[in-house]
């Protein structure tokens, strides 16, 4: 739900936060704008099944780094965490 992924925001930290649009409580959007209030470092990923055109224009615009269609684009985390986490091996 929205206070408590708020919380656990606050307590962890993270890198990388994915959210839904549809919580218990609210909406990911309430969750969006409280990250970027708090960071703007943090990589979020919406990944719902919510894929409106005027919800993804709402999340790029409230600071989302990329939006996915759960059914369609699931797969798509991977790539992304791959990309921007990958790491040149060392030789």
Do not use: M, W
Request: charged share 25%.
């Amino acid at each position: 739900d929205v206070v408590e992924a708020e919380e656990a925001f606050t307590r962890l930290h993270p890198n990388v936060v994915t959210l839904d649009l549809e919580l218990p409580t609210g909406s990911g959007i309430t969750v969006l704008q409280y990250i970027r209030r708090v960071s703007r470092e943090t990589l979020v990923i919406v990944l719902t099944n919510h894929a409106h055109p005027h919800y993804r224009k709402k999340c790029l615009s409230e600071g989302a780094n990329y939006f996915l269609d759960k059914s369609a684009e699931f797969e798509e985390v991977v790539n992304i965490l791959k990309q921007t986490f990958h790491q040149p091996t060392v030789q």
